[in-house]
C-alpha cells in the first residue's frame, strides 16, 4: 500500500522545549510493508515515509503504536496520525482523497494486528527521486514524439497544453485531471468533444484553436462549465451554429469565434453579462440576434462577415387575428416570470419559450410577430470596435421584433423622424 500527498512529522515533546512545527508539508511517498527487525528477528509492519531528501525513509511501528486517527477532513485529502512511540504526528495533506481513505484502513488494520498476509502490503525500499519531486502543475506538449503513450499525465496539473500532435479526439486521461485550470488543445485535429470536459469543474480556459470542430456539446453547455469558464477559443474550426443552450455559460468574459461558418451567433447571446472581449471575424454572418443590444463589451471584432444591409421597411409578418389562447398564455407566463418547465407544461412548449422573442415594449412573442432588422452602431455595445468593413464601417445589422402592428408602427414613425432631422 503506497500514498503519495505532503507529509509533515511533528514531535509531540516541541512545545515543551518551547519550539513549533515548520506548518509547511513535504512530498513524500507513504508505504505499509513488512520488515524484519535485526535484533528480535520477528517480521512487524511498518510505516515507512520516504522524501526528496530522504529518499532510503524513515521507519514507524504501527502495531498497537497508534493512539489516534484525526480524519474531519479526509474529503479534503488531509489527515493526521498520532504515534505513540516516538511522540509523534504525522500530518497528511494534498492526498487523492479515495486513495487516502484505503491507506488510513490499511494502517488501522496494521495497527490492530490483523492477519498481516490479508494486507495490501508493500516493499518497504527507497523511492525514485521522480516519485517525491514536487507536484507538477503545468505541461506543455508540442510534438508527437513527447506525447504521453504509457504514463499518465500527473494528476496535480492546473495547465495543460497539447498542440502540434495531430489528435482525432480528446483523451480521456485528460478527463481525470481535476485541478486543470486551463486547457489547450490548439492546433490538432479534433472534430467532436466529448460532454465530460463538462466534468472539469476548476476548468476557466479552454482553447481549441485551429481543429475541426463541427459542432459544440449542448451538454458542456449545462455542465459546471456554467460556473467555472471564463476564456473560450473556438476559432478556425468548421462550426456552422452553436446550440441556444451556449449562452448559459455566463461567466464568459472572452469568447473567440473567429475563422468559422457560423451562419448566426447564439438567440440569447445577451444573456452572457461578463462578455467583455468578443471577436468573430471572418463568419458568414448576414444578421445579428436582437439580444445583441444588450452585451456591454470592451472590444468587439466582426470583420469579414457578409452582413446584409437592411430595410426597416423589408420585414417579416408572422401575426395572427385574434391571437392564439397558446400564444397568449405563453406571453403571460414570461409577462409575470410564472415557473415553469416540463413537470408542468409539455416539453415542446417550454422549448418554444426558450426562443422567445422580445417587443421593444417588452412584451414577448413566440409565433406571432413581426421582423425586421436595422443597422446599429456598434459602439453602443463596445468600447472598442474593429472595422466591420473595407470602407471604415462600424454598423451592422440587427434584428428587430415586433408583438403588434402598433408598435412596428411606432417603430416606423421613428424611423421616419430621425431620417428627417
Known sequence: ????????????????FGLKGKGKGTRAVLSIGKHVDKTSKRSNVYLLICTAKDRAGSKYKLKENIEKFFTWFVEEGKATVRLKEPAVDICLSKADANSLKNFLSAARLAHRGSDIDSLPLSTLTPVRARDVEKPKKKLTITSKKDYPLTSNFPYSLEQLQVSYCKL???????????????LDLSNNHIKKLPATIGDLSCLAELVLHNNHLESFSEAMCLSTLQRSLQHLDLSQNHLQVLPFQFCQLRELVNLKLDDNKLLRLPFRIGQLSKLRFLSAAHNQLTVLPGDFRKLSLENLDLFGNPFTQPNPLDHTIHLSFPLKLQELASRAVLKFRLPYGPHLIPFHLCHEMEFAKFCDCGQACLNSFIQTSVNMNLHTVSHTVVLVDDMGGTEAPVQRHFCSLICYCEFLDGCVQRSMR
Open 1 to 16: 500500500m503506497k500514498l503519495q500527498c505532503d507529509v509533515e512529522v511533528i514531535n509531540r515533546m516541541l512545545p515543551t
Open 168 to 182: 482525432s479526439r480528446v483523451d480521456m486521461r485528460m478527463l481525470s485531471l481535476k485541478a486543470l485550470r486551463r
